[in-house]
């Protein structure tokens, strides 16, 4: 089993969210796809708090319709 260091794992969270301040016009919503789920729903919350954004973290195998 591998697991991210703590301290990765907040580095690749803190790039995400620079990353996602620079989008000129916020998404409809977050999908949140890659890490262990609980990482992943925190990630979300925090997306949520400092962004006000909707995130989700969509269930293995889970298919999601997407319309323009």
Known sequence: ESRVPIPVATQYGEALLDWLRKLRRPPREVF????EPDSAAALGTRIGAELGWR?????HGE???LSS
Request: a neutral charge; glycine letters at 8%.
């Open 63 to 65: 298919s999601v319709e």
């Open 32 to 35: 949140l796809v890659h890490g």
């Open 55 to 59: 995130c989700r973290v969509p269930a």
